[in-house]
């Protein structure tokens, strides 16, 4: 499957933005869907998941409340609602999809076959 990020750009703190992860080569029927986020000299984040089938999605503690993941079905894409940007959640945004993981090993960015290409968020102060 490959997957294609999209809605990046350039904000100002306190704006929302909404990042777009779409599917091609089959849909995301049976996969857990994760967004990633990495900051230039950090490691790369959990950000939150959303199983496909059921719906259930987890987010990182320190962003609950603020991101909120979505699909739709109809266009095979998944969403990351990001609300009240500040400056420090400026990085490369990538989402990424795997078929079989587990709960608890759904925020390490290993458990997951593929990849997007990352798309980059900068919030200004």
């Known amino acids: 499957v490959q997957l294609q990020a999209s809605g990046g750009g350039l904000v100002q703190a306190g704006d929302s933005l909404r990042l777009s992860c779409a599917a091609s080569?089959?849909?995301?029927?049976?996969?857990?869907v994760g967004w990633f986020r990495q900051a230039p000299g950090k490691e790369r984040e959990f950000v939150g998941v959303?199983?496909?089938?059921?719906?259930?999605?987890s987010y990182a503690d320190s962003l609950k409340g603020r991101f909120t993941i979505s699909r739709d079905n109809a266009k095979n894409t998944v969403y990351l609602q990001m609300n009240s940007l500040i400056p420090e959640d400026t990085a490369v945004y990538y989402c990424?999809?795997?078929?079989?993981?587990?709960?608890?090993?759904?925020?390490?960015?290993?458990?997951?076959?593929?990849w997007g290409q990352g798309t980059q968020v900068t919030v200004s102060s």
């Open positions: 080569g089959r849909t995301f029927s049976g996969y857990t």
């Open positions: 990424a999809a795997g078929s079989r993981i587990i709960n608890s090993a759904w925020s390490r960015w290993n458990s997951y076959d593929y």
């Open positions: 959303i199983r496909w089938n059921s719906r259930v999605t």
